[in-house]
């Protein structure tokens, strides 16, 4: 059933009460446009899975009416979903030029061939897209890649602002400071509805420059007296160029570690968004032919992924290079929450090989791309909307939010907080939120999706890695309904070895006195598998207070 057409459907599919997977579906009348399509990372609930991204449904089952997929920028929790959706949708795709060439990348990279059959449009800041009743401009925002844009998406009701991820950068890079006239001149033209995010509302003052990072950088590259090592998020070029500008400033060459590393860079330089000489980059093969201190090698793993280049370094399994005393490290980055951990872990390993380490505890070595407090009262001052949906973040951030926009005068009727799948409308100089639809998230597990992320693979996969499994084998004879041999019980993950020889004896004299008391009833060993897992599973609780999986296997002769 459409909507009625004076009535503006905002409809998130991701990215409201957390971090990442960010996807919003507007909709008037009969025709719906979505803003981003991103991925989040598993956690540790999610043995196996590769990525998690948004549920699809809604706008698979209205895929007629879709008009075009605008894309802010280019992170992966914004662009990550794009080659799902694509699989199953075609609709043009908009978004800046470094934001296209890695949605081109992921799509041909996920889902080889697809891209052909893909309608890629490139847009330049102040452009202008008309798609259905919609009308979307592209407005240049800083933030920590190329190509970010806040979009002021003119609808018949009026001007939706959704802000994407920003920050008010008086010194960048490069690309200019955000366009904070033409985000002025649309708030005194009369903005309907600010979407904004809410990365940094607990931040107070302004965000530290991308510049001073480079300051920084020229410090600890003055003070090295071997190799250095950065490891910062590939996405981030702004930060690349300043190594690469630091290295030069030092004679230094530069060279790439981490596939995701090589394939942004590939796509920047092709852009022209990397000024560096032409004989600064080198093969990560050749670092050895240059003495220590004229070596700069950028890696991946600044989040201290397990499989990430810096890890695989620190842990001397990379099969190319290894950390040696007297090299400095470089962690450019702080801790996302939950990964303080696994990057703690590689930083001990790090000293503990003889590297000088600098990382965010103890060093200015990262500047956020998301706007603190200050700045964000800047925005909203700018745009002077009538509605607020904080957006891009936890709970607790969109709450603070609101409590910030409350503040500066907006009246708490006039702000909702939106979780995934809510369906929120404005009719007749009205808003509330109406419904919900399908907003759950949806798992990638190599190439297969799974709807539900409580599923029964998910929980045994769990089970697998916090209590091990126990397998039981049995060959029974056909006939005599007898054991053919004596049962043969396996342990792994689960028993310690002063343990592991009773236990798995008791349990062969329990699969014994099982198959016996079967044969005593007239019972078929296959019809009882299910039967002897579950006494097992008691068994092995009662004598170790764990629960493993445990596999029955059954042979008939």
Not at 219 to 225: I, N, R
Not at 504 to 524: G, L, Y
Request: a neutral charge; hydrophobic letters at 40%.
């Amino acid at each position: 059933m459409h909507p009625q057409r004076a009535t503006l459907r905002l409809i998130p599919l991701g990215g409201m009460c957390e971090i990442g997977k960010n996807m919003t579906a507007y909709e008037y009348g009969n025709d719906i446009i979505i803003v981003d399509c991103g991925q989040s990372f598993p956690d540790e609930t999610m043995p196996g899975v590769d990525a998690v991204i948004p549920d699809f449904t809604y706008v698979l089952q209205n895929r007629d009416r879709v008009r075009g997929i605008f894309l802010t920028h280019g992170h992966e929790d914004h662009i990550g979903g794009i080659p799902y959706l694509m699989k199953e949708l075609r609709a043009p795709i908009y978004g800046g030029r470094m934001t296209m060439e890695l949605v081109k990348y992921k799509i041909e990279d996920r889902m080889p061939g697809l891209l052909k059959s893909c309608t890629v449009n490139t847009v330049r800041d102040g452009d202008v897209i008309q798609a259905g009743c919609f009308s979307v401009e592209f407005i240049h925002v800083n933030h920590s890649i190329a190509d970010a844009s806040m979009l002021a998406i003119k609808t018949p009701l009026g001007y939706v602002m959704h802000s994407g991820d920003f920050k008010v950068d008086y010194t960048p890079i490069d690309g200019g400071i955000i366009n904070l006239q033409r985000i002025a001149e649309i708030g005194r033209a009369g903005v309907l509805l600010f979407v904004c995010e809410s990365t940094n509302i607990e931040v107070k003052g302004f965000s530290v420059s991308e510049r001073h990072v480079g300051e920084s950088f020229a410090g600890m590259f003055s003070g090295a007296k071997g190799r250095i090592f950065v490891a910062t998020f590939s996405s981030n070029i702004y930060r690349l160029q300043q190594i690469f500008t630091a290295a030069e400033r030092h004679g230094r060459k530069v060279a790439l570690v981490g596939r995701s590393m090589l394939n942004v860079f590939n796509a920047a330089n092709s852009l022209g968004y990397i000024q560096m000489k032409p004989d600064t980059l080198i093969d990560i093969g050749q670092i050895d032919n240059y003495p220590p201190e004229r070596v700069v090698v950028i890696s991946t793993g600044s989040q201290g992924e397990p499989m990430s280049a810096l890890t695989r370094i620190a842990f001397s399994s990379h099969r190319e290079v290894e950390i040696v005393p007297g090299d400095t490290v470089i962690i450019s980055a702080t801790p996302i929450p939950g990964n303080e951990k696994p990057i703690y872990k590689v930083i001990n390993e790090l000293y503990k090989r003889g590297a000088k380490v600098y990382y965010s505890a103890m060093a200015d070595v990262h500047a956020s791309g998301h706007a603190s407090q200050e700045e964000i009262k800047l925005i909203h001052a700018l745009v002077k909307p009538r509605y607020l949906i904080p957006a891009h973040g936890e709970y607790r951030m969109l709450y603070q939010h609101a409590e910030l926009a409350n503040a500066l005068g907006m009246a708490w009727e006039n702000i909702f907080i939106l979780g995934n799948g809510d369906i929120f409308e404005i009719s007749k100089g009205k808003a509330a939120i109406t419904g919900f639809t399908n907003g759950a998230a949806v798992l990638i597990d190599g190439a297969t999706s799974v709807d539900d992320p409580d599923n029964l693979v998910l929980r045994e996969r769990k089970l697998l890695s916090d209590d091990g499994v126990v397998s039981v084998a049995l060959a029974i004879d056909r006939k005599t309904g007898e054991l053919s041999a004596p049962p043969v019980v396996h342990a792994m993950g689960f028993l310690y070895d002063s343990e592991y020889q009773k236990i798995t004896r008791d349990c062969e004299k329990r699969a014994v006195d099982f198959v016996r008391r079967m044969k005593a009833q007239n019972k078929k060993m296959s019809d009882c598998v299910q039967l002897m897992q579950g006494q097992m599973k008691s068994f092995l609780y009662e004598k170790t207070k764990r629960r493993p999986v445990v596999m029955v296997s059954l042979i008939e002769l």
